[in-house]
């Protein structure tokens, strides 16, 4: 090979690898550009769309063990309410309880519908608890129940 071949081959070997880094680079810069932060404001407006931020719940502390009854309005009767409860391990043990929404519906009348809760934890007198509903942080406000009183007691007073 003569030395003009081998300047050529090395030049245009350096204008492939310059070409492939421009391309990756320009493809970089449009997946940027093209990622979608609607997928947080989808979560959000999900959560908007549930209007929860307080959730109020009837607070049993009985043979040791904590449940917390009490009902979220949903915005449709095919929204069911979903609970998982978590108990970080510490003394006193940090509860929290996860609400989340499933809906498989397509096509579902709007019509405001209460969802009844009942979670459960064995844990210490003192453990604390929170609540998230649907990933998001919200103020749980427990209201002690009365002496004698049970969980299967528990009634709802709906207004009207």
Not at 127 to 141: D, K, P, Q, S, Y
């Amino acid at each position: 090979m003569n030395k003009q071949s081998l300047i050529a081959v090395v030049v245009i070997f350096l204008l492939i690898v310059v070409g492939l880094f421009a391309f990756t680079y320009i493809k970089k810069q449009e997946m940027v550009n093209n990622t979608e932060p609607e997928t947080d404001n989808d979560v959000i407006s999900q959560v908007d769309k549930y209007n929860v931020s307080e959730i109020t719940g009837k607070h049993y502390f009985i043979d040791g063990t904590h449940t917390i009854v009490g009902e979220i309005i949903m915005p449709t009767p095919c929204d069911l309410l979903d609970t998982d409860v978590m108990v970080a391990e510490s003394y006193p043990e940090q509860v929290t309880i996860d609400f989340g929404v499933i809906n498989t519906s397509q096509n579902c009348e709007e019509k405001l519908t209460s969802q009844r809760f009942s979670v459960t934890a064995k844990v210490s007198e003192e453990a604390t608890f929170n609540a998230r509903f649907m990933g998001e942080r919200v103020t749980l406000n427990l209201i002690p129940a009365g002496e004698g009183e049970t969980p299967d007691e528990f009634e709802v007073y709906i207004k009207g």
